[in-house]
């Protein structure tokens, strides 16, 4: 055998392997359960602190409703920094995405968006195997020739005496006979 197939041979037999692979495994579902009561336990502590229990019994109409009114301020309170926060993780998000963004055109590891299928036809194919240079001629014949047309001039004239022209109906029937 070479070296190569010696280094690859492990130390330990199937067996060996299988019986450390299932106490691995049994060892890391202790923890996660260990793990899932620690943080229920560490929950509940918490809402105790932070929310302890009501004592209603014995109270006026009055106290409860200033209860009320305090534990509607709290819940606001508790709303607003919610909004905060999940504004400011929209807003965290949205600069992580476009850094990884850069990242990857940085590093030239641009993805390609997917190619679509062109049909070509056969006279666009033999198209594309003629002379490029035979087209170039050919396109300047192609062109339309366009005549520029010579735009009227109006010849300036003083337009005191326009104005004076085309005061009163007389000028206005000038102009609804200039307009037919």
């Known amino acids: 055998m070479s070296e190569g197939q010696k280094k690859a041979r492990s130390k330990y037999s199937a067996t060996r392997r299988l019986l450390l692979k299932s106490k691995l495994l049994k060892k890391a579902e202790s923890l996660l359960v260990k793990e899932k009561e620690q943080k229920e336990l560490e929950r509940e502590n918490t ?41 400011k993780v929209a807003r965290n998000d949205a600069e992580i995405l476009s850094l990884t963004q850069k ?3 940085l590093k030239g590891k641009m993805k390609r968006p997917n190619l679509r299928r062109v049909k070509k036809s056969a006279d666009a194919m033999l198209g594309s195997l003629t002379d490029t240079r035979v087209m170039k001629a050919d396109f300047k014949a192609n062109l339309k020739t366009v005549k520029k047309e010579e735009e009227k001039k109006e010849e300036v004239t003083d337009w005191r005496k326009n104005v004076e022209a085309m005061s009163g109906m007389e000028g206005r029937k000038k102009l609804f006979n200039a307009g037919q």
Do not use: F, M, T
């Open 47 to 87: 809402l105790r602190e932070r929310a302890p229990p009501l004592k209603l019994s014995g109270l006026s109409v009055q106290e409860v409703q200033e209860l009320c009114r305090d534990l509607h301020h709290k819940i606001d309170i508790v709303d607003e920094a919610r909004y905060d926060l999940n504004i």
């Open 103 to 105: 990242i990857y055109e």
